[in-house]
T-cell receptor, first 114, second 113 residues
Framework: DSGVTQTPKHLITATGQRVTLRCSPR?????VYWYQQSLDQGLQFLIQ???????AKGNILERFSAQQFPDLHSELNLSSLELGDSALYFC?????????????FGNGTRLTVT | DAKTTQPPSMDCAEGRAANLPCNHS???????VYWYRQIHSQGPQYIIH???NNETNEMASLIITEDRKSSTLILPHATLRDTAVYYC??????????????FGRGTSLIVHP
C-alpha cells in the first residue's frame, strides 16, 4: 500500500460529460502529480502541484484542469469528454519536488468514455 | 535533459537473478537514478534510487557504474510476481522551472517457471 488514495476506482461516462477524479496524497507529502496512461501507452505527465500551487505542467489538454486544496488533496477535472480520454489516470505524491524524493503512486482511476 | 535507454523486453527464470540494464549517458552529476515498476494496470511502484554508490533495499540492488552513465537493477531471486514493466528514470523534463519524472517505455520483464 503506497498510502496514496484515488477515487473512484472506475468511472464510466458518456462523451461530452464532465468528471472529477480525486487523490489523497501520503501523509506529509506536499507534491501531487497526475498522469494519464492510455491502452498500451506509456505514462504521460499531466500536471504537478506543490503545497497548493501549480508547479509544472505537461501536455495537459485545455479541457482538463486540476487543483490542490489546503488539506493537500487534489482533484483532476476532465470536461467535454471524448472517446480518446478513456484511460487510466494515476496520481502520485512525494515529500518535496521530484528529484530529491521518490514518487508514490495510487492505484489509479479507470475512466471509460462511451 | 538526460534520456534513458532500456531493452524493451527481457525474461528470467524463477529463482534466478534478474539484471535489468539502463543507459543514461547524459546524466549530470547531481541527478539521481530512480527505478520503478508497474505490474499490469496497477500504479507504478517505487523500487530504489541512487546517486553514486550502489544501493540495496529489501526489494532490489542498484549498481551504478563509476562514470554514472549506466546502471543495473538486480532482483536477486526473481519470482513470478516480479513480472512487470521496469522503468529507469533519471533527469526529468524541465517545465515551468521544475523537473518532472518522465517515464519511457521501460523493460518488460517476464519471469517464467
Amino acid at each position: 500500500d503506497s498510502g496514496v488514495t484515488q477515487t473512484p476506482k472506475h468511472l464510466i461516462t458518456a462523451t461530452g460529460q464532465r468528471v472529477t477524479l480525486r487523490c489523497s496524497p501520503r501523509s506529509g507529502d506536499l507534491s501531487v502529480y497526475w498522469y494519464q496512461q492510455s491502452l498500451d501507452q506509456g505514462l504521460q505527465f499531466l500536471i504537478q502541484y506543490y503545497n497548493g500551487e501549480e508547479r509544472a505542467k505537461g501536455n495537459i489538454l485545455e479541457r482538463f484542469s486540476a487543483q490542490q486544496f489546503p488539506d493537500l488533496h487534489s482533484e483532476l477535472n476532465l470536461s467535454s469528454l471524448e472517446l480518446g480520454d478513456s484511460a487510466l489516470y494515476f496520481c502520485a505524491s512525494s515529500v518535496g519536488d521530484w528529484g530529491n524524493s521518490p514518487l508514490h503512486f495510487g492505484n489509479g482511476t479507470r475512466l471509460t468514455v462511451t | 535533459d538526460a534520456k534513458t535507454t532500456q531493452p524493451p523486453s527481457m525474461d528470467c527464470a524463477e529463482g534466478r537473478a534478474a539484471n535489468l540494464p539502463c543507459n543514461h549517458s547524459t546524466i549530470s552529476g547531481n541527478e539521481y537514478v530512480y527505478w520503478y515498476r508497474q505490474i499490469h494496470s496497477q500504479g507504478p511502484q517505487y523500487i530504489i534510487h541512487g546517486l553514486k554508490n550502489n544501493e540495496t533495499n529489501e526489494m532490489a540492488s542498484l549498481i551504478i557504474t563509476e562514470d554514472r552513465k549506466s546502471s543495473t537493477l538486480i532482483l536477486p531471486h526473481a519470482t513470478l510476481r516480479d513480472t512487470a514493466v521496469y522503468y529507469c528514470i533519471v533527469r526529468a523534463t524541465a517545465s515551468g522551472g521544475s523537473y518532472i519524472p518522465t517515464f519511457g517505455r521501460g523493460t518488460s520483464l517476464i519471469v517464467h517457471p
